[in-house]
């Protein structure tokens, strides 16, 4: 509206237009505020398979019934066919609701993709049977064949490279690949969008000119490989996008005419029209800011030789998108001007019509000569590309910016973007500057509390407790789950990780590991290859504990239970009080933590069982806060624990996890000594934040709970 409001004064338009779109904004924003579920049915009785979901090196299916999509999951390793109908009972499953106070959004990812669930289907394919195909499953079909002769043809692995760059089929390609594309700031070469539309645009125009042919005709025959080129790829949003723009323009030229603005937005509402959701996806946004920032931009470096223009595009691109990157990323891009500088050209005039070559030749013949060659190109830019990734950290992470900063910020880069046209050294580094200043006020840390964490992670244990003053962070387990696939994402990418981040927390200073359950250390190797740990602390008498798993740590110092019984840091002390021996029992030989806090005691009971609390609990004098011995089983929390004086009993506990955690015994015998219960099965993630004069709650999805103890 602030926009739209700028516009109006700008452009002097009349206050009837401007109410009208005022109105149209208004009535647009209702949609995606009406909260309405697209998808009522829990169970379907039968769906088709319209499509292949391609996941690292395997393919899972995209179903379709009536009008919605679904991700569709099936044990048995043989692929059926495109147009398998499948009959029988099927249960729907829908998108979770986060659970944690992180920026990640399973539902609205989902609605994003226009997937309204997942089904999850057992090894019994009687009731499946071919059917006779739509257009769409027809292309989609002709991706897979072409995706099956690509991967024939060569027994080299660029053939992933040319499966990315031709379909946008990344399964061939690791995630550590993507990962180094991400941190250099040059993923957008990889996904097929406008700057792959633009080389497709210029080779057909030199191609087709090549044969004499009119420039009308040229036009004619270019606007319709692109728009077969659509069809290629169903409509994606990026190529859908880019292709929109290149028709609409060719088109306009028949008339000498070139409304790049109007152009521009037609593609933005048609999109919008075709699927309004689209709007909050990061790529969508990015794209459109970043184009309409050029096009309004370029009289100012048309007439600077080319490669002058290409930096000054590259630094504008790389302005008026920070503040997106950071809103959605949490991370400022330090060297992705330079990166794009030297991997703009080599997929210019190298990747792209290498690429090209391989898809002629697909249908002719490969020779052994060029195969070879090609293979050399590919691992030559994957080196490189890897190396770089690694050799330093291109990527600053930047903790949650609020609202009024994100404002700010935008502004800044609006005026500094004005600056770089200006071609004024000095302004520009003032400018930058300016920002630079903002960007560290925004994410400095004015604090002097500490933060203790329940994470949600389902079934299991994981508890962060950060010192916001000294900036220092322990973890207490890391929650932990089987995972049947590779391709799973895993437990700590969606929920301690991303909070840690949006945090502004690089590092963990000491990662306590209770016992060797898998619910509780589960992701901790994981963790440790994506942050740095200073110290983890372990019990050695653990019966489950391997001499293999300590190696897995060999950067940070280990400590043992049996040697250090307390930990001490700026304003936290540590204390494991369980001195219990005499059991081979893994879950009684938890470090049992007395967790002091300003003046205040948390006692974290990890698995112990009721039969040794009593011998706990002489070694404890004073307790604030609980947590619950294994997530609220009946094995555990006796009369002598509840009889003792504290406010609140955490339980981290899943939501229909298959134990019946918390027992109803446990609740019961809380509930009956006036203990407040705070579970993750109940409220998700749960922040304690602890002052000198009390400590307040905050729940994720009980925000009615929220309270403060004095």
């Known amino acids: 509206m602030v926009i739209i409001t700028y516009i109006v004064f700008i452009q002097r338009i009349s206050y009837i237009v401007y109410t009208l779109i ?7 924003s209702t949609y995606f505020y009406s909260n309405r579920d697209t998808f009522k049915e829990e169970t379907i009785d039968y769906f088709t398979i319209s499509d292949y979901k391609y996941n690292n090196d395997t393919i899972s299916y995209i ?14 390793e043989a692929l059926l066919p495109i147009g398998t109908m499948c009959n029988g009972d099927f249960e729907v499953v829908k998108p979770n609701i986060e659970r944690n106070f992180i920026k ?73 690949f993507f990962s180094a594309l991400q941190k250099l700031g040059i993923y957008h070469l990889y996904v ?7 080389y497709i645009t210029m080779v057909l125009i030199f191609l087709f000119t090549r044969f ?25 949003p990026s190529v859908l996008r880019a292709v929109l723009m290149a028709v609409l323009l060719i088109i306009t030229s028949y008339f000498n005419k070139k409304p790049y603005l109007a152009i521009i937005s037609l593609t933005a509402i048609i999109q919008f029209v075709i699927h309004p959701y689209i709007i909050f996806h990061a790529g969508f946004q990015l794209s459109y800011v970043t184009t309409f920032t050029i096009i309004l931009s370029r009289h100012f470096f048309n007439d600077r030789q080319p490669f002058i223009q290409m930096i000054i595009v590259t630094v504008i691109c790389e302005v008026c998108t920070i503040v997106l990157i950071l809103f959605h990323f949490n991370e400022v891009s330090i060297s992705g001007i330079v990166m794009n500088l030297i991997f703009g050209p080599i997929f210019s005039f190298v990747i792209f019509p ?27 830019n994957t080196s490189l590309i890897l190396y770089l990734g690694n050799v330093i950290e291109h990527r600053l992470p930047i903790k949650n910016i609020s609202s009024i ?29 300016i920002f630079i200043v903002f960007l560290l006020l925004s994410s400095f840390n004015f604090k002097d509390d500490i933060k203790f964490v329940m994470v949600d992670v389902g079934q299991g244990d994981a508890f962060l407790i950060t010192d916001e003053k000294y900036n220092q962070t322990i973890l207490v387990d890391t929650g932990g789950k089987f995972y049947r696939n590779d391709y799973e994402i895993r437990l700590a990418e969606k929920t301690i990780l991303p909070y840690l981040k949006e945090n502004g927390i690089r590092k963990i200073d000491l990662l306590v590991i209770s016992h060797m359950d898998n619910d509780h250390m589960g992701e901790a190797t994981y963790i440790s290859s994506k942050l740095p740990i200073k110290n983890v602390y372990i019990n050695p008498r653990d019966e489950k504990l391997t001499e293999g798993y300590l190696k897995q740590f060999s950067e940070s110092n280990i400590l043992y239970s049996t040697e250090v019984s307390e930990l001490k840091f700026k304003r936290i002390t540590l204390k ?47 307790i604030d806060i609980v947590k619950i011995g294994h997530h609220g089983s009946n094995t555990s929390t006796g009369v002598d624990l509840v009889e003792r004086e504290f406010n609140l009993a955490l339980i981290s506990s899943g939501v229909n996890n298959s134990y019946g955690h918390p027992h109803k015994e446990v609740t019961d015998l809380l509930t009956k000594y006036n203990k407040e219960i705070v579970s993750t099965k109940e409220s998700g993630m749960v922040e304690i934040t602890f002052k000198k004069n009390g400590y307040c709650t905050k729940h994720k999805l009980r925000k009615i709970e929220n309270r403060c103890y004095k």
Not at 22 to 28: A, F, N, Q, T
Not at 192 to 198: D, R
Not at 361 to 379: A, G, K, N, V
């Open 22 to 28: 005022l109105i149209s904004v208004i009535i647009s």
């Open 63 to 76: 179903g379709e019934y009536e009008n919605y999509r679904f991700y569709v999951y099936m044990e048995n």
């Open 104 to 176: 990640r959004n399973q539902a609205l990812s989902m609605k994003i993709s226009n997937v309204v669930g997942s089904i999850y289907v057992k090894d019994d394919r009687s009731n499946c049977s071919e059917t006779k195909k739509t257009v769409k499953m027809k292309i989609n079909n002709l991706k897979y064949k072409y995706t099956e002769k690509v991967l024939k043809i060569s027994n080299y692995p660029y053939t992933g490279d040319i499966l990315m760059l031709s379909i946008g089929n990344k399964m061939m390609l690791d995630s550590q």
């Open 192 to 198: 097929i969008s406008g700057t792959h539309v633009a």
């Open 212 to 236: 004499r042919l009119p420039i009308e005709y040229v036009k004619a025959l270019v606007v319709i490989c692109l728009l077969i080129f659509l069809m290629i790829n169903i409509f994606s």
């Open 354 to 380: 290498s690429v090209f070559i391989f898809n002629m030749s697909l249908f002719t013949y490969l020779p052994e000569c060029f195969d070879y060659l090609l293979h050399l190109i590919f691992s030559t």
């Open 405 to 433: 900063f994100i404002v700010i910020l935008a502004i800044i880069s609006y005026f500094h973007i004005r600056t770089v046209l200006t071609k004024s050294l000095k302004k520009i580094i003032r400018m930058t500057l």
């Open 576 to 622: 494991n009080v369980n001195t219990i021996i005499h059991t081979n029992n893994s879950n009684d030989q938890s470090i049992v933590l007395d967790v002091n806090l300003f003046d205040y005691h948390i006692l974290m009971l990890g698995d112990l069982s009721v039969e040794y609390e009593e011998e706990i609990l002489k070694n404890v004098n004073k």
